[in-house]
């Protein structure tokens, strides 16, 4: 998409923000750095996410996998966990932990919340439930990843008309790329 595109597609946004929910899957964004050679930053993500959803914070939802470090019975969040949940709670994320079934549960339990829902990820694991989703409920569901990382399901489900829309990163780069305007 070219930036007239993106912000065609932006404002066909603004009648839907309060019924979209934004879902972004970290562990799979985190990974997008390797085919995108530069990395997505958590305040990127939540003023693009705000483009799409606003209202009600649990409708920006960040999922990260807790670390509290080598310990298994440690009460304490290891630093960069710490850094991430903070971040995120700061940029107007509601945070979960990063596992595909709570995912899969909250967007069913959550259901009349919402009619659109904005998955940033690419892996395939969520798209059961978002057919189940869309057949039972009529919700409408896109996905943004990067060009290298969309599972095979994820591209099942849009020839299938479950999924309606892969939008890509690498078209969002001015927006989501936390180091464009790091010096080399």
Same mark, same amino acid.
């Given at each position: 998409?070219?930036?007239?595109?993106?912000?065609?597609?932006?404002?066909?946004?603004?009648?839907?923000?309060? !019924?979209?929910?934004?879902?972004?899957?970290?562990?799979?964004?985190?990974?997008?750095?390797?085919?995108?050679?530069?990395?997505?930053?958590?305040?990127?993500?939540?003023?693009?996410?705000?483009?799409?959803?606003?209202?009600?914070?649990?409708?920006? !939802?960040?999922?990260?996998?807790?670390?509290?470090?080598?310990?298994?019975?440690?009460?304490?969040?290891?630093?960069?966990? !710490?850094?991430?949940?903070?971040?995120?709670?700061?940029?107007?994320?509601?945070?979960?932990?990063?596992?595909?079934?709570?995912?899969?549960?909250?967007?069913?339990?959550?259901?009349?919340?919402?009619?659109?829902?904005?998955?940033?990820?690419?892996?395939?694991?969520?798209?059961?439930?978002?057919?189940?989703?869309?057949?039972?409920?009529?919700?409408?569901?896109?996905?943004?990843?990067?060009?290298?990382?969309?599972?095979?399901?994820?591209?099942?489900?849009?020839?299938?008309?479950?999924?309606?829309?892969?939008?890509?990163?690498?078209?969002?780069?001015?927006?989501?790329?936390?180091?464009?305007?790091?010096?080399?």
């Amino acid at each position: 998409m070219d930036q007239s595109a993106i912000k065609n597609f932006l404002q066909s946004f603004q009648d839907k923000r309060d !019924r979209t929910i934004a879902v972004v899957d970290s562990g799979n964004v985190e990974k997008w750095k390797e085919s995108l050679g530069w990395r997505v930053g958590i305040r990127e993500l939540a003023r693009l996410a705000k483009n799409f959803s606003i209202g009600n914070k649990f409708l920006r !939802r960040f999922y990260y996998g807790a670390d509290y470090g080598p310990k298994e019975n440690s009460k304490e969040l290891s630093p960069w966990s !710490r850094y991430i949940f903070e971040t995120a709670s700061m940029n107007g994320f509601d945070k979960k932990c990063d596992l595909d079934v709570e995912m899969a549960i909250d967007l069913v339990e959550q259901r009349d919340f919402y009619d659109n829902l904005l998955l940033f990820s690419g892996d395939g694991d969520l798209m059961r439930a978002i057919e189940y989703l869309k057949k039972s409920y009529g919700k409408h569901c896109m996905v943004m990843s990067a060009r290298g990382h969309i599972g095979r399901e994820v591209l099942d489900a849009k020839s299938n008309g479950i999924v309606e829309e892969i939008i890509f990163a690498e078209d969002f780069e001015y927006r989501l790329n936390m180091d464009r305007f790091v010096k080399s």
